[in-house]
């Protein structure tokens, strides 16, 4: 799977029902790349596509039983790898990490919607 692919149900996993413009724009996608890999996603049966039923020109992206079961899978692999690393190598402090971590994704996001 690629990297794009399983952000992708991630984030429909963690933030449903989102229109395929709203995705675009919070994973800073082309819409076109992410046309494309929904296509790829829905011929595998892990999304499906549906059309706003208040806005007809929107269509919302939701994932499959198939769909979860993988995204909960990436889930776990990424706890299991975090979990992992922090056992490895005791001198690095999660929680500030994980505090830094999350300054720098504000910071990039931020910077992202300023261009």
């Known amino acids: 799977m690629r990297a794009?692919?399983?952000d992708l149900?991630?984030?429909v996993y963690d933030y449903p029902?989102?229109?395929?413009?709203m995705l675009a724009a919070?994973?800073?996608l082309d819409p076109s790349l992410l046309a494309r890999?929904?296509?790829?996603?829905?011929?595998?049966?892990?999304?499906?596509?549906?059309?706003?039923?208040?806005?007809?020109?929107?269509?919302?992206?939701r994932l499959?039983?198939?769909?979860?079961?993988?995204?909960?899978?990436?889930k776990q692999t990424l706890k299991d790898w975090w979990h992992d690393f922090f056992?490895?190598?005791?001198?690095?402090?999660?929680?500030?990490f994980t505090e830094q971590?999350?300054?720098?994704?504000?910071?990039l996001t931020t910077h992202g919607e300023r261009d």
């Open 17 to 21: 029902d989102q229109t395929q413009k």
């Open 87 to 96: 056992v490895a190598h005791p001198e690095v402090d999660e929680t500030t």
């Open 9 to 11: 149900l991630l984030v």
């Open 64 to 74: 499959t039983p198939a769909g979860e079961k993988i995204a909960l899978s990436i």
């Open 37 to 61: 890999t929904v296509r790829h996603l829905e011929s595998r049966q892990l999304v499906t596509r549906s059309h706003d039923q208040n806005d007809q020109r929107q269509i919302r992206i």
């Open 101 to 107: 971590l999350q300054l720098v994704y504000s910071g």
């Open 4 to 6: 794009t692919e399983s």
């Open 26 to 28: 919070n994973l800073r």
